[in-house]
């Protein structure tokens, strides 16, 4: 349960998502253009998984920035949390699926 729970957004030790999207945490949607022009939540960034190791640079540039990653059921952003991480960056978090984090964001 344990790695499913990470795949796909959960677990216990799980950060503050609403409060780091708050604080200004970069907020990624991880799924294909065509699905995000179908409805994205608000002031997300469209990087696909399959490129975000290549394009993060032009969104954040600092390695330190919290970034929070969504798709449209956790699989895509986990897989995207861990380019990023490979990449060097550091404060990187699944959000799980869109509906899941947009009920926890009350949008």
Same mark, same amino acid.
């Given at each position: 349960?344990?790695?499913?729970?990470?795949?796909?957004?959960?677990?216990?030790?799980?950060?503050?998502?609403?409060?780091?999207?708050?604080?200004?945490?970069?907020? =990624?949607? $991880?799924?294909?253009?065509? @699905?995000? #022009?179908?409805?994205?939540?608000?002031?997300? +960034?469209?990087?696909? &998984?399959? =490129?975000? $190791?290549?394009?993060?640079? @032009?969104? #954040?540039?600092?390695?330190?920035?919290?970034? +929070?990653?969504?798709? &449209?059921?956790?699989?895509?952003?986990?897989?995207?949390?861990? #380019?990023?991480?490979?990449?060097?960056?550091?404060?990187?978090?699944?959000?799980?699926?869109?509906?899941?984090?947009?009920?926890?964001?009350?949008?």
């Amino acid at each position: 349960m344990g790695f499913l729970s990470s795949l796909f957004g959960g677990g216990a030790n799980k950060a503050d998502l609403p409060q780091l999207i708050k604080d200004g945490a970069l907020l =990624i949607d $991880a799924r294909g253009p065509q @699905e995000f #022009a179908g409805g994205h939540i608000e002031k997300a +960034v469209n990087i696909p &998984h399959n =490129i975000i $190791a290549h394009k993060i640079g @032009e969104h #954040a540039a600092d390695k330190y920035r919290p970034i +929070v990653i969504y798709c &449209h059921s956790g699989a895509r952003s986990a897989m995207a949390v861990h #380019a990023l991480k490979k990449a060097g960056y550091t404060q990187v978090e699944n959000g799980g699926g869109i509906h899941k984090l947009s009920r926890k964001l009350g949008a």
